[in-house]
Each structure stands twice: as C-alpha cells, then as structure tokens.
C-alpha cells in the first residue's frame, strides 16, 4: 500500500508543480499581449490550468503526502518531514497568491510587468530544490 500511496504523491506532485511552472510563465506572455482576442484566450488558458489541474494536482498530493504521514508516523519525530510541512506551506501561499494574478487578469486589473513575472516564475525552483533535498538526503 505504502509504495502505491507514494507513486500517487509523486505523481501529483509533478503535475502540481508542472503548473505552477507554467502559470506564471502565461502571465508573463500575458503581460505583454495587447490585443483583446490574445487576452481573451489567456484568460481561458490561465483559468483551466489553475481550476482543471494545478489546483486538484496540489490537493491530491497534499492529500497523498499527509496519507505518508498516517502510514509512517515515526516520521513526525524527524526534523526533515517539519521542513518539508514548512516548505509545502509556503508553496501552498504561492498557489495561493497565483489564484489573486489570476482574478487581477481576468478583471483587467494587472499591475505588474512581464519582467516581475519572470523573476515570479523562478520562485517554485528553490522550493522544488529544497523539497527534494529534504526528502531524499533527510539532513535533519
């Protein structure tokens, strides 16, 4: 049970990061769209990336990661699983905060250039680093 558990964490953790890779990177073509049938079509884009997939693939794996945690409670006695929580958090406020591009977008409300999108897009590298890392080498 527990490997099958775990593939479907992984599975899910590489489809939720997958948007949140890609999101961005739309918001940053997005930005530099001034055609109205363009911003249209990146409005749609954005909003079944982060409805159809990025959001369900971030529940599934949040779900099948706290699942670990349930088959495996000696974990709760590492230093890495409550930094990996830690990480996860963080990751959760990203989601979060793309979910808020998404509505300034759609409502004609963006502030921010393609540059800041740019640099935005590189955010979930350092998590996805980190994360890993904890996981595999378990440093703590």
């Not at 990661?65 to 230093?79: D, I, M």
């Not at 990751?91 to 250039?113: D, M, P, Q, V």
């Amino acid at each position: 049970m527990m490997l099958w558990v775990k593939a479907f964490h992984i599975i899910f953790v590489v489809a939720w990061f997958a948007g949140l890779f890609y999101l961005p990177r739309l918001f940053v073509y997005h930005a530099q769209c001034e055609d109205e049938l363009g911003q249209k079509r990146f409005k749609v884009m954005e909003r079944k990336l982060y409805r159809g997939i990025m959001t369900p693939s971030g529940v599934l794996a949040i779900g099948f990661g706290l699942w670990l945690v349930y088959l495996t409670p000696a974990w709760l006695t590492a230093g890495w699983i409550h930094a990996k929580f830690a990480l996860v958090l963080v990751l959760i406020g990203y989601h979060w905060y793309c979910g808020k591009l998404l509505i300034a977008f759609r409502e004609n409300r963006n502030r921010y250039s393609d540059i800041f999108y740019r640099w935005f897009n590189e955010f979930p590298v350092f998590i996805l680093v980190g994360i890993v890392i904890l996981v595999v080498v378990k440093p703590f």
